[in-house]
T-cell receptor
Framework: GENVEQHPSTLSVQEGDSAVIKCTYS??????FPWYKQELGKRPQLIID?????GEKKDQRIAVTLNKTAKHFSLHITETQPEDSAVYFC???????????FGRGTSLIVHP | EAQVTQNPRYLITVTGKKLTVTCSQN?????MSWYRQDPGLGLRQIYY???????DKGDVPEGYKVSRKEKRNFPLILESPSPNQTSLYFC????????????FGEGSRLTVL
């Protein structure tokens, strides 16, 4: 089955810095890669996703890049703010059999 | 309001006492799933359902049962809970296999003594 590795497990940055979280996947048939944000005590919520037919997607301060050849994808957050502090999960799945496999999560801490 | 509702939100129980965590969605979603979240282990899938009367095991199904008799409901049953099932549980749903986004419930924190 699919295996998703996520790094780092903890990331500490100063407000205004950029943050990058990286994930690798094992199944070359995976074609959908969402990112979820989980604030403390809350449920995970989708913040951005990318499908395998594109290499990059942006939404304001966040962006995701995908390298299908290397089987890795990354989340980039620019100009971080304290409210970006949360646990971020990457996931991978295949269309036609939507069973996402999640990474173990990255705890992002943004210091004011 | 579109939502996934779980109950109970918090529960403390004892080893061996059967319990059910209910999950209901009002979005007419085909796909529903249960996850457990443990520190350092992320979200691990317990069971999922592609549609009514169709369920399948996820990565950590041992000690759990599910049923999908109606499209909106997907209860998680712990027949004989053990302390290693102490965890935070999330139910999630999605419109269908091609649409992507998972909508999560608020979570159920279970402690088994």
């Amino acid at each position: 089955g699919e295996n998703v590795e996520q790094h780092p497990s903890t990331l500490s940055v100063q407000e205004g810095d950029s943050a990058v979280i990286k994930c690798t996947y094992s199944d070359s048939a995976s074609n959908y890669f969402p990112w979820y944000k989980q604030e403390l005590g809350k449920r995970p919520q989708l913040i951005i996703d990318i499908r395998s037919n594109v290499g990059e997607k942006k939404d304001q301060r966040i962006a995701v890049t995908l390298n299908k050849t290397a089987k890795h994808f990354s989340l980039h957050i620019t100009e971080t703010q304290p409210e970006d502090s949360a646990v971020y999960f990457c996931a991978a799945s295949k269309g036609g059999s939507y069973i996402p496999t999640f990474g173990r999560g990255t705890s992002l801490i943004v210091h004011p | 309001e579109a939502q996934v509702t779980q109950n109970p939100r918090y529960l403390i129980t004892v080893t061996g006492k059967k319990l059910t965590v209910t999950c209901s969605q009002n979005m007419n979603h085909e796909y529903m799933s249960w996850y457990r979240q443990d520190p350092g282990l992320g979200l691990r899938q317990i069971y999922y359902s592609m549609n009514v009367e169709v369920t399948d095991k996820g990565d950590v199904p041992e000690g759990y049962k599910v049923s999908r008799k109606e499209k909106r409901n997907f209860p998680l049953i712990l027949e004989s809970p053990s302390p290693n099932q102490t965890s935070l549980y999330f139910c999630a749903s999605s419109p269908g296999r091609y649409t992507g986004e998972l909508f999560f419930g608020e979570g159920s924190r279970l402690t088994v003594l």
